[in-house]
Nanobody
Framework: QVQLVESGGGLVQPGGSLRLSCAAS????????MGWYRQAPGKQRELVAT???????TYADSVKGRFTISRDNAKNTVYLQMNSLKPEDTAVYYC???????????????WGQGTQITVSS
Protein backbone atom coordinates (compact mmCIF):
# COMPACT_ATOMS: atom_id res chain seq x y z
CA GLN A 1 0.00 0.00 0.00
CA VAL A 2 1.08 3.56 -0.70
CA GLN A 3 0.26 6.69 1.27
CA LEU A 4 0.49 10.28 0.07
CA VAL A 5 0.64 12.86 2.84
CA GLU A 6 0.19 16.52 1.98
CA SER A 7 1.20 19.53 4.04
CA GLY A 8 1.45 23.29 3.72
CA GLY A 9 -2.14 24.40 3.28
CA GLY A 10 -3.79 27.29 5.04
CA LEU A 11 -5.16 30.81 4.83
CA VAL A 12 -3.29 33.44 2.84
CA GLN A 13 -4.06 36.95 1.64
CA PRO A 14 -4.41 37.74 -2.06
CA GLY A 15 -0.98 38.20 -3.59
CA GLY A 16 0.62 35.95 -1.02
CA SER A 17 2.51 32.69 -1.38
CA LEU A 18 2.28 29.14 -0.08
CA ARG A 19 4.26 25.97 -0.66
CA LEU A 20 2.61 22.57 -0.64
CA SER A 21 4.45 19.31 -0.11
CA CYS A 22 3.31 15.76 -0.73
CA ALA A 23 5.40 12.80 0.43
CA ALA A 24 4.78 9.27 -0.78
CA SER A 25 5.59 6.27 1.40
CA UNK A 26 4.92 2.54 1.54
CA UNK A 27 5.45 -0.14 -1.08
CA UNK A 28 7.18 1.89 -3.77
CA UNK A 29 9.41 0.54 -6.52
CA UNK A 30 9.13 3.60 -8.74
CA UNK A 31 7.00 6.71 -9.11
CA UNK A 32 6.28 7.98 -12.59
CA UNK A 33 4.12 11.08 -12.95
CA MET A 34 3.18 13.19 -9.95
CA GLY A 35 0.76 16.06 -9.88
CA TRP A 36 -1.49 18.46 -8.10
CA TYR A 37 -5.23 18.84 -8.58
CA ARG A 38 -7.76 21.08 -6.90
CA GLN A 39 -11.46 21.13 -6.24
CA ALA A 40 -13.39 24.25 -5.35
CA PRO A 41 -16.84 24.08 -3.74
CA GLY A 42 -19.47 23.10 -6.28
CA LYS A 43 -16.91 22.44 -8.99
CA GLN A 44 -15.22 19.40 -10.46
CA ARG A 45 -11.68 18.45 -9.57
CA GLU A 46 -9.27 20.03 -12.03
CA LEU A 47 -5.64 19.58 -12.95
CA VAL A 48 -3.25 22.21 -11.62
CA ALA A 49 0.18 20.88 -12.58
CA THR A 50 1.99 17.64 -13.34
CA UNK A 51 5.62 16.61 -13.45
CA UNK A 52 7.28 13.53 -14.93
CA UNK A 53 10.01 11.54 -13.23
CA UNK A 54 12.46 13.34 -15.50
CA UNK A 55 11.24 16.76 -14.37
CA UNK A 56 9.07 17.86 -17.29
CA UNK A 57 6.26 20.03 -15.97
CA THR A 58 2.89 21.04 -17.35
CA TYR A 59 0.46 23.60 -15.95
CA ALA A 60 -3.13 24.65 -16.24
CA ASP A 61 -3.43 27.97 -18.04
CA SER A 62 -4.94 29.54 -14.93
CA VAL A 63 -1.75 29.03 -12.90
CA LYS A 64 1.00 29.42 -15.50
CA GLY A 65 3.59 31.94 -14.40
CA ARG A 66 2.38 31.85 -10.79
CA PHE A 67 2.77 28.21 -9.68
CA THR A 68 5.83 25.99 -9.91
CA ILE A 69 5.80 22.23 -9.49
CA SER A 70 8.95 20.34 -8.56
CA ARG A 71 9.93 16.99 -7.11
CA ASP A 72 12.66 15.28 -5.15
CA ASN A 73 12.86 11.72 -6.44
CA ALA A 74 15.15 10.63 -3.60
CA LYS A 75 12.48 11.67 -1.10
CA ASN A 76 9.46 10.58 -3.19
CA THR A 77 8.11 14.09 -2.67
CA VAL A 78 6.39 16.58 -4.94
CA TYR A 79 6.07 20.30 -4.21
CA LEU A 80 3.88 23.11 -5.43
CA GLN A 81 5.13 26.65 -4.96
CA MET A 82 2.20 29.02 -5.32
CA ASN A 83 2.84 32.74 -5.76
CA SER A 84 0.57 35.71 -6.50
CA LEU A 85 -2.38 33.80 -5.09
CA LYS A 86 -5.87 34.90 -6.03
CA PRO A 87 -9.24 34.29 -4.34
CA GLU A 88 -10.16 31.99 -7.24
CA ASP A 89 -7.29 29.70 -6.20
CA THR A 90 -9.29 28.80 -3.10
CA ALA A 91 -9.88 25.05 -3.13
CA VAL A 92 -8.89 21.74 -1.63
CA TYR A 93 -5.62 20.70 -3.24
CA TYR A 94 -4.85 17.02 -3.81
CA CYS A 95 -1.63 15.37 -4.85
CA UNK A 96 -1.56 12.36 -7.13
CA UNK A 97 1.14 9.87 -8.01
CA UNK A 98 1.48 6.98 -10.42
CA UNK A 99 3.31 4.23 -8.53
CA UNK A 100 4.71 0.79 -9.29
CA UNK A 101 5.01 -1.37 -6.17
CA UNK A 102 7.51 -3.74 -7.80
CA UNK A 103 9.36 -4.13 -11.09
CA UNK A 104 6.64 -6.41 -12.45
CA UNK A 105 3.57 -4.68 -11.12
CA UNK A 106 1.24 -2.44 -13.03
CA UNK A 107 1.06 1.30 -12.58
CA UNK A 108 -1.49 2.42 -10.01
CA UNK A 109 -2.67 5.90 -9.14
CA UNK A 110 -2.86 7.16 -5.58
CA TRP A 111 -4.35 10.31 -4.04
CA GLY A 112 -3.52 12.32 -0.99
CA GLN A 113 -6.15 13.29 1.54
CA GLY A 114 -6.31 16.91 0.38
CA THR A 115 -5.30 20.18 1.97
CA GLN A 116 -7.38 23.35 2.10
CA ILE A 117 -6.08 26.56 0.56
CA THR A 118 -8.09 29.69 1.26
CA VAL A 119 -7.12 32.98 -0.36
CA SER A 120 -8.94 35.82 1.32
CA SER A 121 -8.35 39.21 2.88
Amino acid sequence: QVQLVESGGGLVQPGGSLRLSCAASGSIFSILGMGWYRQAPGKQRELVATITSGGTATYADSVKGRFTISRDNAKNTVYLQMNSLKPEDTAVYYCNAGVRASSGSSLRGYWGQGTQITVSS
